[in-house]
T-cell receptor
Framework: EVVMTHSPATLSVSPGEGATLSCRAS??????LAWYQQKPGQAPRLLIL???SRATGVPARFSGSGSGTEFTLTISSLQSEDFAVYYC?????????FGQGTKVDIK | EVQLVESGGGLIQPGGSLRLSCAAS????????MSWVRQAPGKGLEWVSV?????????AASVKGRFTISGDNSKNTLYLQMNSLRAEDTAVYFC????FGGGAFDVWGQGTMVTVSS
């Protein structure tokens, strides 16, 4: 199965600053990648699909890029509600697999 | 409003069985691919099982032969029958809808906790 690896595991950011999260696939997955945000006690929320398309209702400060094996989620200016865990998920090769996540916390 | 609501979780002894339900509203479950995804305490997300709109199913290797996914169109509800439960099955179980293009999960339930312990 395709292994998804996040870096870093934890990212400490001040409100208003930008953040760049990385996700690497163990083999090429084209652009079949999604990003999710999860807050404590809540279900994941779809942010990005197709590596770069924002899901309905997702603010423009979230953007995704990459293809093949290297992917990036960028948050341009962190708001208080953005501090959470972010997961990538590939849906190119069965079974669908998730990374272990990057926790974005307040610096 | 599009919504998924899970139920049926609880504390169960190793080797026991449990059936989870996921009631959908705002859309028909039989027109989408529907999955169960689980999250062990403090851990990441793990896809468990899918039922396709045609009724075919697929399972993660870790649950194949023990779990069965099904749907009831008349109740617009998804189920996960879990047998021969193990301690490592302890997790929050989410039902989730794949978006119409396939692959990414655009609607999630709130989750139901399953604890396997003696």
């Amino acid at each position: 199965e395709v292994v998804m690896t996040h870096s870093p595991a934890t990212l400490s950011v001040s409100p208003g600053e930008g953040a760049t999260l990385s996700c690497r696939a163990s083999q090429s997955i084209d652009s079949n990648l999604a990003w999710y945000q999860q807050k404590p006690g809540q279900a994941p929320r779809l942010l990005i699909l197709g590596a770069s398309s924002r899901a309905t209702g997702v603010p423009a400060r979230f953007s995704g890029s990459g293809s093949g094996t290297e992917f990036t989620l960028t948050i341009s200016s962190l708001q208080s509600e953005d501090f959470a865990v972010y997961y990538c998920q590939q849906y190119n090769n069965w079974p669908w697999t998730f990374g272990q996540g990057t926790k974005v916390d307040i610096k | 409003e599009v919504q998924l609501v899970e139920s049926g979780g609880g504390l169960i002894q190793p080797g026991g069985s449990l059936r989870l339900s996921c009631a959908a509203s705002g859309f028909n479950v039989n027109t989408y691919y529907m999955s169960w995804v689980r999250q062990a305490p403090g851990k990441g997300l793990e896809w468990v099982s899918v039922i396709y709109s045609g009724g075919n199913t697929n399972y993660a290797a870790s649950v194949k032969g023990r779990f069965t996914i099904s749907g009831d169109n008349s109740k617009n509800t998804l189920y996960l029958q879990m047998n021969s439960l193990r301690a490592e099955d302890t997790a929050v179980y989410f039902c989730a809808r794949e978006w119409f293009g396939g692959g990414a999960f655009d609607v999630w339930g709130q989750g139901t906790m399953v604890t396997v312990s003696s």
